[in-house]
């Protein structure tokens, strides 16, 4: 119940604190937005918005990392107040005046941090983050819905096909296993292995299952027998 409660405060905590940058973000006043939402992160987290955009994401969801378990919870806050920071960049993106370089600086910078957001709420939802918490599922699509246009890391293509597993959308799975393939093609990390794994366990599921994911079992072993040429 203490946990519960804790948890319940820094997220209402938190949302006065979006309160507050989303009506600073109206008024154009983004440093001052920017400002609360990493006077927030110090006061929960003891981190700021420099440090959790200047590491690689790995690095940052080790940070969370408490009696040798990730605090999925507290890492879907983080990745709320990222995303929050990405609306801002945006929106100084708009402000009418600025030189073309500053304007496509802005949107460099924002959708850098959406993306961000994006590989820490699938990583939460993966292992084990209450979805309804700050309704994270719905987050998750519309980020991709506003990234559809760009190449998402490989990193983030792995968790995007998990979390597609996890929701029986096995189809979309694969199209994102698929894409980490190719993108991680020439990078230290291979995804291979987990893909294999990947449809041994779509081996193990009825077809029907399959079927209504989308994905029927000839496709499975299609898709098996591919990544084993």
Do not use: C
Not at 98 to 111: M, P, R
Not at 136 to 154: H, N
Not at 174 to 197: I, K, T
């Amino acid at each position: 119940m203490f946990r519960k409660d804790y948890l319940l405060r820094m997220i209402e905590e938190m949302t006065e604190a979006i309160g507050k940058a989303l009506t600073l973000r109206q008024q154009r006043k983004h440093t001052e937005a920017l400002s609360e939402l990493d006077e927030l992160l110090r006061r929960q987290f003891g981190m700021n918005l420099s440090l959790l955009n200047s590491l690689p994401a790995e690095d940052v969801i080790e940070m969370f990392r408490f009696r040798g378990i990730i605090e999925v919870d507290n890492l879907q806050q983080a990745a709320r107040l990222i995303e929050e920071e990405a609306y801002i960049y945006a929106e100084k993106a708009r402000v009418e005046g600025i030189s073309d370089q500053e304007k496509q600086d802005s949107e460099d910078e924002g959708l850098t941090r959406l993306m961000k957001s994006l590989h820490f709420y699938l990583y939460a939802l993966n292992h084990g983050a209450n979805p309804r918490l700050l309704e994270a599922p719905e987050r998750v699509e519309s980020i991709l819905e506003q990234t559809k246009k760009y190449e998402l890391p490989a990193r983030t293509e792995k968790q995007l096909a998990l979390y597609r597993e996890q929701q029986g959308r096995y189809d979309q799975a694969e199209n994102s296993w698929y894409r980490a393939l190719q993108v991680g093609d020439g990078l230290p990390v291979n995804y291979r292995d987990e893909v294999r794994s990947f449809y041994e366990r779509l081996r193990k599921l009825e077809d029907e299952q399959l079927e209504q994911g989308g994905l029927p079992r000839e496709e499975v072993e299609e898709g098996l027998a591919e990544l084993t040429r």
